[in-house]
């Protein structure tokens, strides 16, 4: 993830330490005081204040996806019939209830939503598209697209 330089409420300090468990959130308090110039407990205390801040939502494990058979990726776009508030909520709350939409965004373009969805394989995605995507709340149509290959990819 790329920490912008423009927060204001961030000091150089604050910012290393984002960049630092943004690429290796295992580390100790010790390699990560190490790693951006300070003491233990300034950095500590520093760490507590950007969680508790909201900066750090959590820290979770990496998986690969190819190696639990997961490799496939589509991109559905999504246009809804209804686009007031409450429909959108009532979308919005559908799509967190699917295990397979990794990611979902409302778009301003000629579609509504685009969802990546991950699948073993092309059939499953069919089957998830099918029998899911297109049963969420106000769905009009979908269209997708298939990719072919991860050059940069999201991870965590």
Same mark, same amino acid.
């Given at each position: 993830?790329?920490?912008?330089?423009?927060?204001?409420?961030?000091?150089?300090?604050?910012?290393?330490?984002?960049?630092?468990?943004?690429?290796?959130?295992?580390?100790?308090?010790?390699?990560?005081?190490? +790693?951006?110039?300070?003491? &233990?407990?300034?950095?500590? %205390? +520093?760490?507590?204040?950007?969680?508790?801040?909201?900066?750090?939502?959590?820290? +979770?494990? %990496?998986?690969?996806?190819?190696?639990?058979?997961?490799? *496939?990726?589509?991109?559905?776009?999504? &246009?809804?019939?209804?686009?007031?508030?409450?429909?959108?909520?009532?979308?919005?709350?559908?799509? #967190?209830?699917?295990?397979? @939409?990794?990611?979902? *965004?409302?778009?301003?373009?000629?579609?509504?939503?685009?969802?990546?969805? #991950?699948?073993?394989?092309? #059939?499953?995605?069919?089957?998830?598209?099918?029998? &899911? @995507?297109?049963?969420?709340? *106000?769905?009009?149509?979908?269209?997708?697209?298939?990719?072919?290959?991860?050059?940069?990819?999201? #991870?965590?």
């Amino acid at each position: 993830m790329h920490i912008s330089e423009e927060i204001s409420d961030l000091d150089l300090f604050d910012r290393r330490i984002l960049k630092a468990l943004s690429e290796d959130g295992r580390m100790s308090v010790t390699e990560l005081a190490t +790693r951006i110039g300070l003491s &233990k407990t300034p950095a500590q %205390v +520093r760490l507590r204040r950007l969680i508790e801040a909201g900066y750090i939502e959590g820290f +979770r494990a %990496v998986l690969n996806p190819a190696k639990l058979g997961l490799d *496939h990726v589509a991109f559905a776009e999504v &246009k809804l019939s209804d686009t007031r508030e409450s429909a959108l909520a009532e979308f919005n709350a559908a799509v #967190r209830r699917i295990p397979e @939409i990794e990611e979902c *965004h409302m778009i301003a373009g000629r579609f509504d939503y685009l969802l990546k969805v #991950r699948s073993p394989d092309i #059939r499953t995605y069919r089957r998830i598209l099918g029998e &899911k @995507i297109s049963s969420l709340p *106000h769905v009009a149509s979908s269209s997708t697209s298939v990719a072919m290959e991860s050059v940069k990819e999201a #991870r965590g």
